[in-house]
Nanobody, 122 residues
Framework: QLELVESGGGLVQAGGSLRLSCVPSGRTYSSHVMAWFRQAPGKEREFVAAIRWGTGATYYADSVKGRFTISRDKADNTLYLQMATLEPEDAARYYC???????????????WGQGTQVTVSS
């Protein structure tokens, strides 16, 4: 069973930055899509960003476009989410996920991490 381990969450002031990391326990192949989702209390899990592991093609939710950057280090088998200009509305638990195709629906992703909490103070 694949495990995904996220790290890098924390408390940050509005306007600040954080970088999240996600390390899968097994190898990530070029055919895989890795994604970040987030879920705030009382809200549904929502798509944040995704990347095709092989080509590096990236996709973003409109709410984070221009502020967040998803990337991967193939040599280290690590997924990143660089978050800048954070807003209180970005506060949530952030999850990384792995799937076999790009989709903005969480149901398309097979493996999930436990999440890392991001808190943004105003």
């Amino acid at each position: 069973q694949l495990e995904l381990v996220e790290s890098g969450g924390g408390l940050v002031q509005a306007g600040g930055s954080l970088r999240l990391s996600c390390v899968p326990s097994g190898r990530t192949y070029s055919s895989h899509v890795m994604a970040w989702f987030r879920q705030a209390p009382g809200k549904e899990r929502e798509f944040v960003a995704a990347i095709r592991w092989g080509t590096g093609a990236t996709y973003y939710a409109d709410s984070v476009k221009g502020r967040f950057t998803i990337s991967r280090d193939k040599a280290d088998n690590t997924l990143y989410l660089q978050m800048a200009t954070l807003e209180p509305e970005d506060a949530a638990r952030y999850y990384c996920a792995r799937g076999n195709s790009y989709d903005r629906s969480p149901t398309s992703y097979i493996y999930w991490g436990q999440g890392t909490q991001v808190t943004v103070s105003s």
